[in-house]
T-cell receptor
Framework: GENVEQHPSTLSVQEGDSAVIKCTYS??????FPWYKQELGKRPQLIID?????GEKKDQRIAVTLNKTAKHFSLHITETQPEDSAVYFC???????????FGKGTLLTVNP | DTAVSQTPKYLVTQMGNDKSIKCEQN?????MYWYKQDSKKFLKIMFS???????INETVPNRFSPKSPDKAHLNLHINSLELGDSAVYFC???????????FGPGTRLTVL
């Protein structure tokens, strides 16, 4: 089955800096890659997603890049703010079974 | 409000009891899911229903039984609760099997 590795597990940045979180996946048939933000005690919230026919997608300060050959995808957050502090999860969905496999999460702390 | 909702928000019970968690979505989605998030924050799919049909059934003890009375509802019944069942259970829904998934607020289950 699919295996998703996520790094780093914790990331601390200063307000205004950029943050990058990286994920790799094992199933070359995976075709959908969402990113979720989960604040303490809250639900995971979809912040951006990308499909396998696209290499990059941006939404204001957030961007995701996908390298299908290398089977990795990354989340980029620019001009970080304290309210960006949360756990971020990447996920990959297989082509045949529609199952979403999550990475283990990255705790991002943005220091004011 | 259009959303995915779950009840109860908190559930504290004794080992050996049977309990149910209810989920409803008013987004008009065809697909619903149950996820388990353990104490290390790892999110894992348990079940998925599409148009009331069971699509994904992960390696979950048969003490866990999902039921989808209609497309808008997916309930989870757990028999003979064990200490290891303590976790946060999230319901989610998507427009289709290939659609983006949106999570409910979660149910924190504590088994004593």
């Amino acid at each position: 089955g699919e295996n998703v590795e996520q790094h780093p597990s914790t990331l601390s940045v200063q307000e205004g800096d950029s943050a990058v979180i990286k994920c790799t996946y094992s199933d070359s048939a995976s075709n959908y890659f969402p990113w979720y933000k989960q604040e303490l005690g809250k639900r995971p919230q979809l912040i951006i997603d990308i499909r396998s026919n696209v290499g990059e997608k941006k939404d204001q300060r957030i961007a995701v890049t996908l390298n299908k050959t290398a089977k990795h995808f990354s989340l980029h957050i620019t001009e970080t703010q304290p309210e960006d502090s949360a756990v971020y999860f990447c996920a990959a969905r297989g082509g045949s079974n529609y199952k979403l496999t999550f990475g283990k999460g990255t705790l991002l702390t943005v220091n004011p | 409000d259009t959303a995915v909702s779950q009840t109860p928000k908190y559930l504290v019970t004794q080992m050996g009891n049977d309990k149910s968690i209810k989920c409803e979505q008013n987004l008009g989605h065809d697909t619903m899911y149950w996820y388990k998030q353990d104490s290390k924050k790892f999110l894992k799919i348990m079940f998925s229903y599409n148009n009331k049909e069971l699509i994904i059934n992960e390696t979950v003890p048969n003490r866990f039984s999902p039921k989808s009375p209609d497309k808008a509802h997916l309930n989870l019944h757990i028999n003979s609760l064990e200490l290891g069942d303590s976790a946060v259970y999230f319901c989610a829904s998507s427009a289709s099997l290939a659609g983006a998934q949106f999570f409910g607020p979660g149910t924190r289950l504590t088994v004593l």
